[in-house]
């Protein structure tokens, strides 16, 4: 089946640091990929959508400059947590689907980021 | 704002059991609700998923039941394994594929 890698699988980094995660789709186009934020034992919630060729999308209540989305390819999005404080340690998963099949998508592994 | 309501929170099933968890929804225009399986430290696998034209679904030992007019769906899990002990997830999407999850459901299966 599809995969969705997401790199690194677990970062921790100083506060007032900027980090980056990459989400790539491994055999398959996406022009729209997904990122989620999940705290321990919550819910994921939809932070943006990023969108192949033009800005992402934020959901309300999430600060599109403390989190850049890049989606510099088909196969390829970034989130960059930019100047992480300790309240953005969380899992970051990200998702994708093939450009032609608009239900189905495949999620990352996820990536544990822990601010000191 | 909760788009997708989930219960129970945690849920605990002899072996060979079944497990139920249910979902609930506001917004008409969802379309298609998956549900999902994770494991710690991974993310989201699909396990099943089903359209409001269907009532239910069923794959293997997992069956979706669809209810449109309650805005309701549930997640049957037949013959429980301790292999299925996971998170689960509800979900639910409109358009551009952007998925709404329920708050999750911890199934443990005791042998």
């Known amino acids: 089946g599809a995969v969705v890698s997401q790199h690194p699988s677990w970062v921790i980094c100083k506060s007032g640091t900027s980090v980056k995660i990459e989400c790539r789709s491994l055999?398959?186009?996406?022009?729209?990929m997904f990122w989620y934020r999940q705290f321990p034992k919550q819910s994921l919630m939809l932070m943006a959508t990023?969108?192949?060729?033009?800005?992402?999308?934020?959901e309300q209540g999430v600060e599109k400059d403390k989190f850049l989305i890049n989606h510099a390819s088909l196969t390829l999005s970034t989130l960059t947590v930019t100047s992480a404080h300790p309240e953005d340690s969380s899992f970051y998963i990200c998702?994708?689907?093939?450009?032609?099949?608009?239900?189905?998508?495949?999620f990352g592994p996820g990536t544990r980021l822990t601010v000191l | 704002q909760q788009q997708v309501k989930q219960s129970p929170q945690s849920l605990i099933v002899q072996k060979g059991g079944i497990s139920i968890i249910n979902c609930a929804y506001e917004?008409?225009?969802?379309?298609?609700f998956p549900w999902y399986q994770q494991f710690p430290g991974k993310g989201p696998a699909l396990l099943i998923a089903?359209?409001?034209?269907?009532s239910e679904k069923k794959e293997g030992r997992f069956t979706i039941s669809f209810n449109k007019s309650a805005k309701q769906f549930s997640l049957h899990i037949m013959d429980s394994q301790p292999g299925d002990s996971a998170t689960y997830f509800c979900?639910?999407?409109?358009?551009?594929?952007?998925?709404?999850f329920g708050t999750g459901t911890s199934l443990t299966v005791i042998p």
């Open positions: 998702s994708a689907g093939p450009s032609g099949n608009p239900d189905t998508q495949y």
């Open positions: 055999d398959f186009q996406a022009t729209t």
């Open positions: 990023s969108n192949e060729g033009s800005k992402a999308t934020y």
């Open positions: 917004n008409t225009a969802f379309d298609y």
């Open positions: 089903i359209r409001p034209d269907v």
């Open positions: 979900a639910a999407s409109k358009i551009r594929n952007q998925f709404y």
